[in-house]
Nanobody, 126 residues
Framework: QIQLVESGGGLVQPGGSLRLSCATS????????IGWFRQAPGKEREVLSC????????YYANSVKGRFTISRDNAKNTVYLQMNSLKPEDTAVYYC???????????????????WGQGTQVTVAA
């Protein structure tokens, strides 16, 4: 049974940092892409970053490039999203999700991701 559990969200001041964790179970990271997404009230779900378990290829959305870093620890079955220089517009619920991709590569289209975590709230405010 595939499960993903996000943690690490919270309230942070502008310019601050948070590290989100996506703990996974029920599958091997080696054959899946893990993506990070967010959704703010009244807005569409937005892809932020994704990482291939097969070949390590990484994608960043322009909105977070240079501020966010995705990484994975296969031994812990966990994928992280380090978020620096946070802005009020980063406020949203953050989700991780997984897409089966045994040959490598990734997709940034959220429709391709089959399993999702419950989300963790990130609020950036003074």
């Amino acid at each position: 049974q595939i499960q993903l559990v996000e943690s690490g969200g919270g309230l942070v001041q502008p310019g601050g940092s948070l590290r989100l964790s996506c703990a996974t179970s029920g599958f091997s990271l080696d054959y899946y892409v893990i993506g990070w997404f967010r959704q703010a009230p009244g807005k569409e779900r937005e892809v932020l970053s994704c990482i291939s378990g097969r070949d390590g290829s990484i994608y960043y959305a322009n909105s977070v490039k240079g501020r966010f870093t995705i990484s994975r620890d296969n031994a812990k079955n966990t994928v992280y999203l380090q978020m620096n220089s946070l802005k009020p517009e980063d406020t949203a619920v953050y989700y991780c999700a997984t897409d089966y991709a045994p040959t490598g590569g990734y997709t940034s289209a959220h429709e391709s991701y089959d399993f999702w975590g419950q989300g963790t709230q990130v609020t950036v405010a003074a």
